[in-house]
């Protein structure tokens, strides 16, 4: 029930090492795998589970990796780019945790959400995070115009993703639609060597040169 994931080594804190044994891998799988030894426990089918969530899965079929939980192995959820149930799937399996009273520890990992809000120098007392904007550009262009007038109404920080080839047709109708005054932050490739985050107003947003957003994972964040 184990699989070995490339790459997993770099995502394993400390607390996870100090929590989970080797041979709690092998009483679960029966196949020992020496490259986790001493460093992972019983999570079940990780890279197929994490398949299954993004595929909208129904409660039967995540009640599948209650098994191990059940018998009291540790369990790790991990993303392969973002932070779990966080505008990541994750959500279901954490609430069926909950519905049978297995404990549940979170782990603070980066999350471009929320490490592009404390660097954007907007309100982050009051913020709200709306997931992806509409697709079709007459209705996004209204939703930009309504959240701009709720984070004016409620001095509230708007956030807000892009699947990254919108990129660019979101930021030219931000640009073009919000007021001169309304602050607009960037968040590009965050956590990555080329990392860009900044904070303007449209005013100023308008005099830069134009900026490239295209296929680059993008955080945006306003407020009027």
Known sequence: MIKQIDGLYSVLTALIKEHVTSSEI???????IPELSGYFAAVCELRGFLDDIINNP???EIKKFLPPLLKGFHVGLLSDSGCPAVADPGAKMVALAHQNNIRVIPMTGPSSIYLALMASG????QFKFHGYLPSDKSERI?????IENESKKNNETQIFIETPYRNQ???NDLIENLREQTKLCIGLNITSENEFILTKNI?????EIATDLKNKPCVFLLQS
Do not use: A, F, M
């Open 26 to 32: 092998e009483d679960w799988d029966k196949t020992p």
């Open 58 to 60: 129904s409660e039967e």
């Open 122 to 125: 907007l309100n982050g007392q």
């Open 142 to 146: 209204k939703k930009i115009i309504s």
């Open 169 to 171: 047709h979101v930021y």
């Open 203 to 207: 005013r100023d947003w308008k005099k």
